[in-house]
């Protein structure tokens, strides 16, 4: 029962606004082997320049949080919600539903917000691994803190984007749990472990660079498409939502606000407590930094190898959970 936690961020070039993402996950299908653990670390994640935090990630304990952002017009609030991901992860011995009584108990105000939190309640080696889950959210900017387990239905496959908890699913939502699913139903008994590990990994690599055929005119197309090409703002004004739409564009593109996917993360755990946490980049910005050169695919859409031959856009970590 490898744990499949893909996110895929999707954010403006300064890091200033970050308003797509989408996450699925697995939590209940076939081991599949990992191998050859890393040295020590105490977090894997991706971590906000500008606010701090993050919006994936995992530590030592397997404690693994996710965090989107709520689609709605930009207001401003004193505190980050890249904290209430790293917060969590940088405590090794806090389980989640300690976690969300101290969150719910004070219910701070962030901008709207969706956080899924998972930590494992077992590790032993004659016990398989089973995980503690909760979806912590605040339903839109300022709002009051909630939390809820997930369902039957979304424990075996679910997903999560930019829409209010609750609300309709995204397009892109469901094509994304509906190739998850198909994937997770695969007999990959056959293989050897590299090849199961490699296979896996590259069907998920595939699912999150799924991009809609119909182009993007408005933020609301965002919701079909799992990777979103390079948007240039001042060709798209309206994925800046209402409020920003009466600032002047040319304000915008002097901040290299162009909009795309940024990278890719996958997070497989395993009933043993082994974790493979797999990074790619996506798109970058030209090393020229001019406003009007897009961001260059970095990935390509390349098969993932491990190893020497590795692609210096892959990060890839191995180890076990400490129980």
Known sequence: MPVELRARNSSFYDFKLKTMCIALWALDHPDYALETPTDELCILSGRDVVAGGTWIGINRSGNVAVLTNIRED????????????????????????????????????????????LSPSSASKNEALKLDV???????????????QLTQHEHVCGGLSNAVDGSDNWPKVADGTHILRDL????????????????????????????????????????????????????????LGSTAQAKPIEAATQLNLWYATRLTTIILIRRDG????????????????????PPVNMSNDQTWIEGDNASDHDRAFRFRIQS
């Open 184 to 239: 997770i139903s695969t007999d990959f008994s056959a293989m050897s472990h590299a090849e199961q590990d490699a296979s896996l990994v590259n069907h998920l690599l595939r699912t999150l660079s799924e991009e809609h055929v119909d182009p993007i005119h408005a933020r609301e197309d965002l919701r079909k498409t799992i990777r979103v090409p390079p948007l240039y703002v001042r060709s798209v004004p309206t994925l």
């Open 274 to 293: 082994e974790v493979l946490f797999l990074e790619r980049d996506i798109y970058k910005l030209p090393a020229s930094g001019e406003n009007h050169v």
């Open 134 to 148: 909760a979806l912590v959210t605040n339903h839109g900017g300022g709002g009051h803190l909630s939390h809820r």
């Open 74 to 117: 930009h207001k401003h609030f004193q505190l980050s919600r890249g904290e209430l991901a790293s917060s969590f992860l940088l405590n090794n011995s806090t389980t989640v539903e300690e976690y969300v009584g101290a969150l719910t108990a004070k219910s701070p105000q962030y901008a709207g917000f969706n956080l899924l939190l």
